[in-house]
């Protein structure tokens, strides 16, 4: 399983856009990138998930590079709701997710 | 549809006692999950299973027993309960491994 590095902790404030990079240097070939969020005291949530380029839904957007080594969550506009950890993994088309630590993102005024 | 619930959502157990918690889901899912979160960490795979009557290991099986008898549930079992598993415990549901649905999850206290 290939190992992901994120940082453990980012501030910002309301109606910044925020990006959340994610080292995963030994990536394989079929391994997609996913990210999800997850708030105290409840389950994570999916968010999104990408394979290479660039992915957007309603809730946020994925930059993969060409040698896919990294890849970027970006949240724009975030509002106190937007507080919460957020994962990044890669899952290599088996049946297992590795969640690491995660990033903690804390918006404030 | 109720998604992916959990019973019981709070439990203190003593050392050596049993217990069997409950997954269920409703949206036809073939993958389930268990979980266990402990303060501060990420969450790390208990037992899976990748359809109705099988089941694999996780990362971190020990102690734990799990069964899928019918495909909506997947039960988790502690035969005599250490105060090492107390953590959060949530439950999981996926048509694909890589977009998964939680439940609201367990809290476990052993003593």
């Known amino acids: 399983l290939a190992k992901t590095t994120q940082p453990i902790s980012m501030d910002s404030y309301e109606g910044q856009e925020v990006n959340i990079t994610c080292s995963h240097n030994n990536i394989a070939t079929n391994d997609y990138i996913t990210w999800y969020q997850q708030f105290p005291s409840q389950g994570p949530r999916f968010i999104i998930q990408?394979?290479?380029t660039k992915v957007t839904n309603e809730v946020a957007s994925l930059f993969i590079p060409a040698d896919r080594k990294s890849s970027t969550l970006s949240l724009p506009r975030v509002s106190l709701s937007d507080t919460a950890v957020y994962y990044c993994l890669v899952e290599g088309g088996g049946n297992k997710l590795t969640f690491g630590t995660g990033t903690q993102l804390k918006v404030e005024l | 549809n109720a998604g992916v619930t959990q019973t019981p959502k709070f439990r203190v157990l003593k050392t050596g006692q049993s217990m069997t918690l409950l997954c269920a889901q409703d949206m036809n899912h073939e993958y389930m999950y268990w979980y266990r979160q402990d303060p501060g960490m990420g969450l790390r795979l208990i037992h899976y299973s990748v359809g109705e009557g099988t089941t694999a290991k996780g990362e971190v099986p020990d102690g734990y027993n799990v069964s899928r008898l019918k495909k909506q549930n997947f039960l988790l079992g502690l035969e005599s309960a250490a105060p090492s598993q107390t953590s959060v415990y949530f439950c999981?549901?996926?048509?694909?491994?890589?977009?998964?649905?939680f439940g609201p999850g367990t809290r476990l206290t052993v003593t």
């Open positions: 990408g394979y290479k």
């Open positions: 999981a549901s996926g048509r694909l491994s890589y977009e998964q649905y």
